[in-house]
């Protein structure tokens, strides 16, 4: 297995508003968001970063992606910086967030080939992966329809699919599934299978156990920014269940 991405040590503190530190119930105007965080995945399999919402899973993500640089240690993704080769690093990832708002008067393909340009892909190419991803995702009749009348689900659709106009090796993708019905969101996790079984190196924050134990190899636990476990799916869950396991780092971070 070729190791794409390695973590070590990162470390991510914000400055909160007023109106933040009330909402958090803290006087502490510093929040840790990550804390000395490390670890590893590699090309053809899943890693699943599984926390609850505010464990600091899209903190990292943003991390990795190059979107905000960690304040401490670093990420390379193939033997490349994000801190110092932010660059190199976008061109080889795809990165799907919540935090990516399709405009509402945009249709799917006008914002599939705007993105295919801002990634350099000949338009060849481009219109032969249109084609393949607007069919494994159903687009295709909806492909002229303006983003604001589309559904939740098409939406998720289209973004995962301009996420990955590029067709690059490592994916990352937070919270893939959330919000979606059962059958948008079977489509997403065989397509993340799908993937994975071609070669790339897929990130998966989620908080849901099933999807980490259906479809991922590797799995770390973050709690309060801390990585409390971290290893292959397999040699984790073979005494407990991971909502068990969970739960029990839970309760040990209560006690402390």
């Given at each position: 297995?070729k190791?794409?991405?390695?973590v070590?040590?990162i470390?991510k503190?914000f400055?909160?508003?007023k109106?933040?530190?009330?909402?958090?119930?803290?006087?502490?105007?510093?929040k840790?968001?990550v804390?000395?965080?490390s670890f590893?995945?590699?090309?053809?399999?899943?890693?699943g970063?599984?926390?609850?919402?505010?464990?600091?899973?899209?903190?990292?993500?943003r991390c990795?992606?190059?979107?905000i640089?960690?304040d401490?240690?670093?990420?390379?993704?193939?033997?490349?910086?994000v801190v110092?080769?932010?660059?190199i690093v976008?061109?080889k990832?795809?990165f799907?967030?919540?935090e990516?708002?399709?405009?509402d008067?945009f249709?799917?393909?006008y914002?599939f080939d705007?993105?295919a340009?801002?990634?350099?892909?000949?338009?060849e190419?481009a219109?032969?992966?249109k084609?393949?991803l607007f069919?494994k995702?159903?687009i295709?009749?909806?492909?002229?329809?303006k983003?604001?009348?589309?559904?939740?689900?098409?939406?998720?659709?289209?973004?995962?699919v301009?996420?990955?106009?590029?067709?690059p090796d490592?994916?990352i993708?937070?919270e893939?599934?959330n919000?979606?019905d059962v059958l948008?969101?079977?489509?997403?996790?065989?397509?993340l299978i799908d993937?994975?079984?071609?070669g790339?190196?897929i990130?998966?924050?989620?908080?849901?156990f099933?999807l980490?134990?259906k479809i991922?190899?590797?799995?770390g636990?973050?709690?309060d920014?801390?990585?409390?476990?971290?290893g292959?799916?397999?040699d984790?869950?073979?005494?407990?269940d991971?909502?068990a396991?969970f739960?029990?780092l839970?309760k040990?971070?209560?006690?402390?």
């Amino acid at each position: 297995m070729k190791e794409t991405i390695r973590v070590e040590n990162i470390s991510k503190t914000f400055i909160l508003s007023k109106k933040q530190m009330k909402i958090d119930k803290t006087d502490n105007k510093r929040k840790v968001a990550v804390d000395n965080l490390s670890f590893t995945a590699y090309s053809g399999e899943i890693y699943g970063l599984l926390g609850p919402n505010g464990a600091g899973k899209t903190t990292t993500l943003r991390c990795i992606s190059t979107l905000i640089k960690p304040d401490k240690g670093d990420i390379f993704i193939d033997n490349h910086s994000v801190v110092t080769e932010a660059n190199i690093v976008r061109s080889k990832i795809g990165f799907l967030t919540s935090e990516l708002k399709l405009e509402d008067f945009f249709t799917p393909n006008y914002l599939f080939d705007f993105f295919a340009k801002l990634h350099n892909v000949p338009i060849e190419i481009a219109n032969a992966r249109k084609e393949e991803l607007f069919k494994k995702f159903e687009i295709e009749k909806f492909k002229e329809v303006k983003v604001g009348e589309l559904s939740t689900g098409m939406r998720q659709k289209v973004q995962i699919v301009i996420s990955i106009v590029h067709n690059p090796d490592i994916i990352i993708f937070d919270e893939p599934t959330n919000g979606l019905d059962v059958l948008t969101a079977k489509v997403v996790t065989d397509f993340l299978i799908d993937l994975k079984n071609s070669g790339k190196t897929i990130i998966v924050s989620t908080h849901i156990f099933s999807l980490v134990e259906k479809i991922c190899d590797r799995v770390g636990i973050i709690l309060d920014g801390s990585l409390k476990i971290s290893g292959e799916l397999k040699d984790i869950i073979k005494d407990k269940d991971l909502e068990a396991i969970f739960f029990d780092l839970v309760k040990e971070g209560e006690q402390i």
